[in-house]
């Protein structure tokens, strides 16, 4: 079992760049597929990106490819999400998640949640 906290959250104007971390407990995490997601309020929970228990395959979604990226750290036990050229469309509340079988792109499918930290892109 996993326990995970996010934090780096905040409130930024466009074009900002912001750097989630979410760090996890256990000894174990290397073997976890990790992933985060968002939510805004309304909305649906959605995938943003994920990274292979290897880090070497990542994915993302279409909608922050190229402006977000996700990376590991095994040894520290964290995974992070650089935010870059932040939009008020990406202001939400970002989960952090993990998941014992490879990475996929469904909220359902991870095991294990953090609280969220909430991410505000003021225009």
């Known amino acids: 079992q996993v326990q995970l906290v996010e934090s780096g959250g905040g409130l930024v104007q466009a074009g900002d760049s912001l750097r989630l971390s979410c760090a996890a407990s256990?000894?174990?995490?290397?073997?976890?597929?990790m992933a985060w997601f968002r939510q805004a309020p309304g909305k649906d929970r959605e995938f943003v990106s994920a990274?292979?228990?290897?880090?070497?395959?990542?994915y993302y979604a279409d909608s922050v490819k190229g402006r977000f990226f996700i990376s590991r750290d095994n040894v520290k036990n964290t995974v992070f999400l650089q935010m870059n050229s932040l939009k008020p469309e990406d202001t939400a509340t970002y989960y952090c998640a993990a998941r014992e079988r490879d990475l996929t792109n469904y909220a359902s499918d991870y095991n294990y949640w953090g609280q969220g930290t909430q991410v505000t892109v003021s225009s």
């Open positions: 990274i292979r228990r290897s880090r070497s395959t990542t």
């Open positions: 256990g000894r174990t995490f290397s073997t976890y597929a």
